[in-house]
């Protein structure tokens, strides 16, 4: 089984020496994220994230089923990650690491089971016919922080795609093509985002020899090699948390949770608007012609 | 089904007759497997776990396959820690038989290998050696993770392996849906299967008696400002369970002294005669 | 088979000399562990431990291997059979059969059906017409550290699959009227790690849960949507207790006689070995290790009063007492000892100075059951080492078992088994 390989020891005392102090190998802050960018393909719901070097790629396809016999009046949704040894040679074909368990994990808690996406809205004639929506998730390049690059990919592939509209007549359903009605965006109903801590251990501030966790946030993948436990947050921009998720590793105060959950929420509202500027742009730069814009029932979101 | 959450503003009672930071009845036993290098039987409540552990012994590579969830302690210069969950088929209401790639399982066998890898002394075994933890539920009624969690610090200390505390697991709710926007929701300790189906929960594992967070999982929707509520009060809730497995362990001191198996004031180490 | 033959390391030396303990014929074999060559591993052993389960039951032998067994019933829908769905579209089957003009013969078997029909209508009136299927029963085994679908698993579950099935009577249990039926969910969990060969603990759990399993009592009445008695109090066991009989309506009356013993007895499986003319009962893994031969015997016991028609040819009705044994199936089990290395006799081995050149100890030592022919060939020594007993020197068994060898142990299986009454059902 390949392994990702190991920083040296010099290297390792360096980046903990820096860390301790404050600094980290790329000159940010300990809480700031990399160079975040959000690009839309040409086809609706294809979302390009790159943050520093991590790059990552959601595809969103749809398409007419049969609904499960347990769940008449629900579509299905399912998000399927793959690491591929493109993305690091850590990464093995058809053999799924804990890296990528925890990854579609954690994506299935957020972004599914939180109801981001109204599945209710994908069904078409109960029992027989309803949309299956499915998120492809493609990692291209790996350094550090899948997670949340990972996730606001989904999210803001989701939201940016639209399926083709369909009306009921009397027994008939009709599916038609983008070219006969505009394609319509999906039931979506909150978006959350996922942000990572990692923690380097403890230090003492002040007189009393105080402990104090030390955490960063977006690291790079020689950061987070090193890191001795990590907790992922995720929410929403009005204060809900999705999901909490802290796999073990070495304890951290609560005091330390507490804290960080409070400064995800200002991150996930950055984040929120980031995505909101994007797909803003991104709908201006499609309806040039004006002569969409006025078929279109979609709203400024 | 839908959980009546008004009687409980009234009596104060929850539906199993408990208060909101009462846990619910815990039996332990040390020891319940001769065979094995240590093992512990747990209940709390109505979900019951057995834990078997092998080793430490000398990492089988050909065995590396498996469907285990392993992590290294002490910075990879220790023993590895690895955690294989077995949920019984009849452990639920409904008969239900779970493949061993289920990602729910792996993901929390993964939570509790590196959660345990964190409080185990693995230096004193080297780094090509391996502890595996197997874990088999019998009976489940909510608070798996923490049940689970509980049940393998309980063998491990059967086991002699050097840990600094107890690694112990409780989980807490919150008692009004995360629709409702109401914040000053009271707190729950220690959920049942009916209670997690309807209410926002999240469990919380700690060192000991300490406040230092080992492992945390929410998996559903809730209001950021009950967060801290509801660690608090599974923080609580871990406390009493150190007491308990703590309970358990000197209780099983005390009956080997009694049965002659160590004799009283003599040094720790000759426990491994059990 | 891979799970026989785990944790087996014991050196030639070692084999050859517990098989000629094992093999004494004087004072009859000597075992490891003092037992009489008829005596089980002494046990522990609890049922009714899951109160979420419709029976359960949990066995610990002394060498430390345990195993809990779990029973779940559901009710079921009984698909009807051909027979049945003919009968209820008959009229119009015949309809479409007249207007397409269908041949002749399916015409004949429609008749054919139409009759067969009525008897079964007729039956189910006198309320004898109890089928069951073998699909109504799932079984599934687990043992740590084997994946499913390993063979070790999947022929230990189909053996403890047949014996449960062999006489067909037990599936009828499981009636509940023409259109539903019970299904019935074992789950069997070795719990330690596979020690010895987990065959006979297996089979005893599950034996003991079924003995413990209890069904709601039946409160609808013929082929309506089955009702169920809420009291678990009064429900029925699966295996009724003797002085209950076989009255349904005594039955429900007393369900506080735990005591008493079944009438029947859901069957075991026995693991049998045979060492030289020697036959030795529930063999530890050591034991196994040199086993000329194991079989694995099931037993079931019918009702003792009961005339029953014994369903397989070989069944050996037990004419010394009065109860009522049943052989239901018969496997030969592939010991371990098969695997093992033969030692090496001083002639041959160079280490101890014998004949060979240099050249032949990689030859004999790595001579197993598919030793090259050439080799042997030009050594005329290691060829009598390998077909010849030499005495003290182990040498893996080869060829099955003699036929008298087997009848004696199946005999000797139903002999011993009459003779105890093992295993009292609730501790």
Redesign the interface.
């Known amino acids: 089984?390949p392994r990702e390989a190991e920083p040296s020891q010099n290297e390792k005392d360096f980046i903990l020496k820096a860390v301790r102090e404050g600094h980290r190998l790329d000159g940010r802050a300990l809480d700031e994220f990399r160079q975040l960018d959000l690009k839309f393909g040409d086809q609706y719901g294809v979302a390009d994230v790159t943050l520093g070097k991590t790059r990552i790629i959601a595809k969103v396809t749809a398409e007419v089923t049969v609904p499960y016999t347990d769940r008449p009046f629900d579509g299905i949704f399912t998000i399927t990650t793959e690491l591929s040894p493109m993305a690091s040679p850590a990464f093995e074909v058809n053999r799924p690491t804990?890296t990528e368990?925890?990854l579609?994990?954690l994506l299935?808690?957020t972004v599914r089971?939180?109801?981001a996406l109204d599945t209710e809205s994908l069904c078409l004639v109960a029992g027989q016919k309803c949309w299956s929506i499915r998120v492809d998730l493609h990692v291209l390049s790996h350094d550090g922080n899948l997670i949340d690059a990972s996730c606001l990919a989904v999210v803001a592939a989701l939201r940016h795609f639209r399926k083709p509209d369909t009306s009921m007549e009397g027994d008939t359903l009709t599916v038609y093509t983008p070219a006969e009605r505009e394609p319509v965006p999906l039931s979506w109903l909150h978006s959350p985002f996922c942000i990572t801590f990692s923690f380097f251990g403890s230090i003492s501030v002040g007189e009393d020899g105080e402990e104090k966790d030390i955490w960063l946030l977006d690291t790079t993948l020689l950061e987070e090699q090193l890191r001795v436990?990590s907790?992922t947050i995720s929410?929403n921009k009005h204060?809900?948390?999705?999901?909490?998720?802290?796999?073990?590793?070495?304890?951290?105060?609560?005091?330390t949770?507490?804290q960080c959950?409070?400064l995800a929420?200002q991150k996930v509202k950055d984040l929120s608007d980031f995505v909101d500027q994007k797909l803003a742009e991104d709908s201006k730069h499609r309806n040039k012609g004006g002569l969409l814009a006025e078929l279109s029932a979609e709203n400024a979101r | 089904m839908p959980l009546d959450t008004s009687t409980y503003n009234l009596a104060l009672l929850r539906v199993d007759g408990r208060r909101w930071n009462e846990l619910r009845q815990q039996k332990g036993q040390l020891g319940v497997q001769p065979s094995a290098d240590g093992s512990a039987y747990l209940e709390m409540g109505n979900t019951k776990i057995q834990c078997i552990i092998s080793g430490p012994n000398e990492r089988d590579l050909s065995k590396s396959t498996s469907s285990a969830s392993t992590a290294p302690t002490s910075n990879g210069a220790g023993a590895t820690v690895a955690v294989s969950i077995m949920i019984a088929p009849f452990a639920t209401v409904d008969r239900k038989r779970r493949g061993r790639n289920d990602k729910r399982l792996q993901e929390m066998q993964t939570t509790i290998a590196s959660g345990l890898a964190a409080t185990v002394q693995g230096q004193s075994y080297g780094p090509r050696s391996t502890i595996h933890i197997s874990l088999n539920v019998l009976s489940q009624d909510g608070s798996l993770l923490a049940c689970l969690i509980n049940a393998a610090s309980l063998a491990l200390v059967d086991a002699g392996v050097p840990m600094t505390d107890y690694l112990v697991a409780c989980t807490a709710g919150s008692t009004s849906s995360y629709a409702a926007a109401d914040e000053e929701a009271d707190p729950l300790l220690d959920l049942n299967t009916q209670e997690e189906q309807e209410l926002p929960f999240l469990t919380l594992a700690t060192l000991g008696a300490t406040d230092k967070v080992v492992a945390m999982v929410c998996e559903s929707r809730v209001q950021l400002t009950r967060l801290e509520g509801m660690m608090a009060t599974a923080a609580d809730g871990c406390k009493g369970v150190r007491d308990f497995l703590d309970g358990v362990v000197r209780d099983k001191g005390e009956l080997m002294v009694q049965e002659g198996a160590i004799g009283r004031g003599e040094v720790v180490s000759s426990m491994d005669l059990d | 088979m891979s799970s026989t033959s785990q944790h087996l390391l014991l050196s030639p030396a070692e084999l050859a000399y517990l098989h000629g303990s094992l093999s004494l014929i004087t004072p009859g074999p000597i075992r490891p562990d003092g037992r009489s060559p008829t005596q089980f591993r002494p046990l522990t052993a609890e049922t009714g431990i899951l109160p979420g389960t419709n029976g359960s039951a949990r066995i610990c032998f002394a060498d430390g291997t345990e195993a809990v067994v779990g029973v779940k019933a559901e009710v079921e829908k009984t698909p009807l059979s051909p027979y049945e769905f003919v009968a209820s579209t008959e009229g119009r089957k015949d309809h479409t059969q007249k207007k397409s003009g269908s041949r002749k013969s399916k015409k004949a078997t429609g008749d054919e059906e139409d009759i067969s029909m009525d008897v079964d209508e007729e039956a189910a009136g006198a309320n004898d017409k109890i089928r069951g299927s073998p699909d109504w029963v799932e079984l599934s085994v687990e043992i740590p550290g084997l994946r499913d679908d390993d063979s070790g698993t999947v022929f230990l579950t189909s053996m403890l699959t047949e014996a449960l099935l062999a006489d067909g009577e037990f599936v009828k249990k499981l009636w509940i009227n023409r259109r539903f039926h019970w299904k019935l969910y074992l789950d069997i969990i070795l719990i330690s790690p596979p020690l010895s060969y987990p065959l006979p603990l297996l089979s005893l759990t599950t034996h003991l849960a079924l003995l413990a399993t209890r069904l709601p009592r039946l409160k609808s009445e013929a082929d309506e949507d089955p009702m169920f008695d809420d009291d678990w109090a009064a429900a029925t066991f699966l295996y009724p207790r003797q002085d209950t009989s076989a009255k349904a309506s005594n039955k429900s009356s007393k369900p506080s006689s735990a005591a008493a013993a079944p009438a029947s007895r859901p069957p075991i499986t026995l693991l049998v070995m045979a060492v030289g003319d020697n036959i030795i009962f529930d063999p530890s893994k050591e034991e196994l290790a040199v086993a000329d031969s194991a079989v694995a015997v099931s037993v079931a016991e019918g009702p003792a009063s009961e005339s029953e028609s014994e369903p397989e040819p070989e069944s050996i009705p037990a004419t010394t007492t009065k109860r009522n044994l049943q052989l239901l199936s018969v496997r030969t089990i592939d010991p371990p000892s098969r695997l093992t290395p033969p030692g090496v006799p001083n002639s041959v081995n160079a280490a101890a100075w014998g004949t060979m050149t240099a050249a032949t100890p990689t030859t004999t030592t790595a001579a197993t059951a598919s030793a090259t022919e050439g080799g042997a060939a030009k050594h005329p020594d290691a060829r009598v080492t390998e077909t010849e007993d030499v005495v003290g020197v182990w040498k893996a068994p080869r060829g099955g078992a003699k036929f008298g060898m087997l009848g004696a142990m199946v005999a000797k299986v139903l002999e011993r088994e009459a003779a105890s009454p093992r295993s009292q059902g609730a501790g």
């Open positions: 089984m804990e368990v925890l579609s994990r299935e808690k089971r939180s109801n436990s907790c929410m204060g809900e948390i999705c999901q909490v998720a802290k796999p073990g590793g070495a304890p951290v105060e609560a005091v949770v507490v959950s409070s929420l």
